[in-house]
């Protein structure tokens, strides 16, 4: 027998008030708000009467969450059971996927960015290509946690992808296999000597004691030259990770400021002096990849005067969530605040505009029918003072350095850079 209109609508409040945490007479004092409930409730009772199939309240409601959330902004949403684990998982750093960070817009999923050495980046998935489909079902229906549970999945297992390319106009069928998602975050290399290369592919739990273990590791081999630290394609994370690294290379100031919906609802993050602070020239590397914690980290340097920042406009999400743990062991992940660089300033939307915009070319594209001089900016490298110096002391540049110098020309332009990084602050 089915519920009465009064019971469903009981029923319907008394969850809500659970959810929430309030009290019953806070929610029907307001008569909107009542009238708001009510309204809710009668689509519900005629829901399960009349629609065509029946479906259980529970699945109703879990729908209606989901749809609530949505509507608010493309990071929050309600977590079933799997997807709160999965979320869980990622923070981690441990999972088996494709390796790729989402985001929604325009009802579509977007791609935030790959993960370095996943499956997603060997395939040649980038920043703003679209996911119209997964294995055959349509994303314009799905919410974010949703997609992103279906692309996860034990190592070995296959899926297929319907992605549109940013700037194509029609789209592609890409099949990939799963694989265990990389646990480490930071790599580094000294790609000359006293010069090293930092890249940070998120901000997990543990990746401020991975860049800690980075930078002590490059001290161990001589005097700090300079650093290149490459948030490029760096979905973010954890803010609090990104916080931490920001300190690593700041002894005072404001790092970054969170501001709710109250006006005395502020929080003020500043950098801590510590004997491990890094002072050598340091240059940023950025890219449209380059989302939330990485834009914390670049702005909180960039405003301070302590890096220089190379690359392209980052993507832009200034917002910050909370994850909230429910009793029944799903999760609301829920937008509280927006953050700020210390200057004031929001990248919501807006993205961080770098001190030096250079886009990322192919080594194998032409242009006009000349190749692009790869060969001689790498020889160029080669025959400077410091890597002479190096030749001399038998320490010469590695095969996998000189590698990547000559296939990425944004990084071996920030390793000009970070060289006259002193000479360009004398002049300031």
């Known amino acids: 027998m089915r519920k009465t209109l009064k019971y469903t609508a009981v029923l319907s409040l008394a969850l809500v008030c659970f959810l929430t945490g309030g009290g019953l007479m806070n929610a029907i004092s307001a008569?909107?708000?009542?009238?708001?409930?009510?309204?809710?409730?009668?689509?519900?009772?005629?829901v399960e009467q009349y629609y065509v199939e029946?479906?259980?309240?529970?699945?109703?409601?879990?729908g209606a969450l989901k749809g609530m959330l949505q509507e608010l902004d493309p990071h929050s949403t309600m977590m079933n059971k799997t997807e709160f684990a999965e979320m869980r998982e990622t923070n981690t750093g441990k999972f088996s996927g494709i390796g790729v960070e989402i985001t929604s817009g325009n009802g579509v999923v977007l791609i935030v960015s790959p993960i370095e050495d996943t499956p997603a980046f060997r395939a040649g998935l980038r920043s703003g290509d679209q996911i119209l489909s997964i294995d055959g079902q349509f994303t314009d229906q799905m919410s974010l946690s949703e997609a992103a549970s279906k692309m996860r999945g034990k190592k070995g297992t296959e899926l297929t992808l319907l992605v549109l390319h940013k700037d194509q106009r029609s789209p592609v069928t890409i099949k990939l296999k799963r694989d265990d998602i990389p646990y480490l975050t930071v790599k580094a290399k000294e790609i000359e000597q006293g010069y090293h290369w930092i890249r940070l592919t998120r901000f997990s739990e543990n990746t401020s004691q991975e860049l800690k273990d980075a930078l002590k590791k490059a001290k161990a081999k001589g005097a700090i030259k300079g650093v290149i630290l490459d948030l490029r394609n760096n979905p973010g994370g954890l803010v609090d990770q990104s916080i931490n690294v920001a300190d690593a290379f700041l002894s005072s100031g404001v790092i970054m400021s969170m501001r709710g919906r109250g006006e005395g609802d502020e929080q003020i993050y500043e950098a801590k002096p510590s004997k491990d602070d890094v002072s050598a020239p340091l240059i940023v590397l950025v890219n449209a990849g380059s989302a939330s914690a990485s834009e914390i980290v670049a702005g909180a340097l960039r405003d301070q005067q302590r890096a220089f920042i190379v690359g392209e406009r980052?993507?832009?999400?200034?917002?910050?969530q909370n994850v909230?743990?429910?009793p029944d062991g799903t999760g609301l992940k829920l937008t509280v605040a927006l953050y700020y660089t210390p200057s004031g300033k929001s990248i919501q939307a807006e993205g961080i505009k770098p001190d030096f915009e250079v886009a990322w070319e192919n080594p194998e594209q032409k242009k006009d029918g000349i190749s692009i001089r790869e060969k001689d900016l790498t020889k160029h490298l080669e025959v400077s003072k410091d890597a002479k110096k190096a030749d001399t002391n038998k320490k010469d540049i590695d095969a996998e350095a000189v590698e990547m110098l000559a296939r990425d020309n944004q990084l071996r332009l920030a390793l000009q850079f970070v060289k006259t990084v002193p000479i360009i602050q004398n002049i300031k």
């Open 31 to 46: 008569n909107a708000d009542y009238e708001s409930l009510r309204r809710f409730s009668q689509v519900l009772d005629m």
């Open 54 to 62: 029946d479906v259980s309240q529970s699945d109703l409601v879990d």
């Open 314 to 320: 980052t993507f832009g999400k200034g917002s910050v």
């Open 324 to 326: 909230i743990p429910l």
